[in-house]
């Protein structure tokens, strides 16, 4: 079946820090990988996306590259700030989407 | 996203009452889903719409009921049976073909007391 596994939160970095959010999946086929991101109250936002293996997503700074190897898609970011703040939901699209259960990151100033 | 309208964003009711939430999309997209966070935890499916008239279950669809009577709808019903209504309400869009994005809409917080 179809999964996405993410790490726990939170995550607690100050600010001009490095981000890393590991993210594995299992599938069957070929899906397309997403990193989406939500502030509080709020629905999510298309983060970045990939759509096949070696593909690398990036916008605003984050990137994630689609590893089939490994079955992972890691989130990452150079130089994280306070507005960056939010819960983090790596998933998996094919005729569904298939979430994690989110990682939250705090960025202190 | 501006194409994708819950309403409303808060909602009260009283356990035992059922409650309509209502989305509405303007992005001509074919499929539509909803979803439901409870605090902390990610998204659980509820029921998706991949045409008009039709529709399939996900993975907590005891206790809700929808319809797709139009491209544009897809409202979702949480009755009475449903035993922990209390949550955060997403529904997303997409074109419903492999490799395309969902898109979200802001939520609807309900509250049954």
């Known amino acids: 079946g179809n999964s996405v596994t993410q790490m726990e939160g939170p995550v607690t970095l100050s600010e001009e820090a490095f981000l890393t959010i590991n993210c594995t999946y299992t599938?069957?086929?070929?899906?397309?990988l997403f990193w989406y991101v939500q502030y509080p109250g709020e629905g999510l936002q298309l983060l970045l996306k990939?759509?096949?293996?070696?593909d690398k997503g990036s916008n605003k700074g984050f990137e994630a590259t689609y590893r089939k190897e490994t079955t992972s898609f890691h989130l990452e970011k150079g130089s994280v700030q306070v507005s960056d703040s939010a819960v983090y939901f790596c998933?998996?699209?094919?005729?569904?989407?298939?979430f994690g259960s989110g990682t939250k990151l705090n960025v202190k100033p | 996203d501006g194409g994708i309208t819950q309403s409303p964003k808060y909602l009260f009711r009283k356990e035992g009452q059922n409650v309509t939430l209502s989305c509405e999309q303007n992005?001509?997209?074919?499929?539509m889903y909803w979803y439901r966070q409870d605090p902390g935890q990610g998204l659980r499916l509820i029921y998706y719409?991949?045409?008009?008239?039709?529709?399939q279950k996900g993975d907590i669809a005891e206790g809700y009921s929808v319809s797709r009577e139009k491209k544009e709808s897809f409202p979702l019903t949480v009755t009475s049976a449903q035993k922990n209504p209390t949550a955060f309400y997403l529904c997303?869009?997409?074109?419903?073909?492999?490799?395309?994005?969902?898109?979200f809409g802001q939520g609807t917080r309900l509250t049954v007391v």
């Open positions: 998933a998996l699209g094919t005729s569904k989407f298939y």
């Open positions: 599938a069957t086929g070929y899906p397309s």
């Open positions: 990939a759509t096949k293996a070696d």
């Open positions: 992005l001509n997209h074919d499929a």
């Open positions: 719409s991949q045409i008009v008239n039709d529709f």
């Open positions: 997303a869009v997409s074109q419903g073909t492999l490799n395309t994005e969902a898109f």
